[in-house]
Nanobody
Framework: QVQLVESGGGLVQAGGSLRLSCAAS????????MGWFRQAPGKEREFVAA????????YYADSVKGRFTLSRDNAANTVYLQMNSLKLEDTAVYYC???????????????WGQGTQVTVSS
């Protein structure tokens, strides 16, 4: 298991940008695929993006494709979610997740962070 701590959430106007970070503990970070999910009020948690252990492969939900970019720095044990052109419907609590592969992290992550709030205002 890896421990995950998200940061970088906040309040931003529509059209603006935010960068979320997820810091992981443990020396095995570079062996995990990583991902982000989000949960809006009254809605189920949904997949946002995932990245392979090497960073060579990424996968995005259609709703964020072209606006969000997921990257990782294995030396820093951190993944980053750059969110541009934010929309009102991006408002949610964003959760970092880890898994053994992109498929696993996108469908049944083994580890979760505590979440960070992103609020997009008009």
């Amino acid at each position: 298991q890896v421990q995950l701590v998200e940061s970088g959430g906040g309040l931003v106007q529509a059209g603006g940008s935010l960068r979320l970070s997820c810091a992981a503990s443990g020396r095995t970070f570079s062996t995990y695929a990583m991902g982000w999910f989000r949960q809006a009020p009254g809605k189920e948690r949904e997949f946002v993006a995932a990245i392979s252990w090497s960073g060579g492969s990424t996968y995005y939900a259609d709703s964020v494709k072209g606006r969000f970019t997921l990257s990782r720095d294995n030396a820093a044990n951190t993944v980053y979610l750059q969110m541009n052109s934010l929309k009102l419907e991006d408002t949610a609590v964003y959760y970092c997740a880890a898994g053994s592969s992109i498929l696993v992290v996108a469908t049944r992550p083994g580890s979760w962070g505590q979440g960070t709030q992103v609020t997009v205002s008009s």
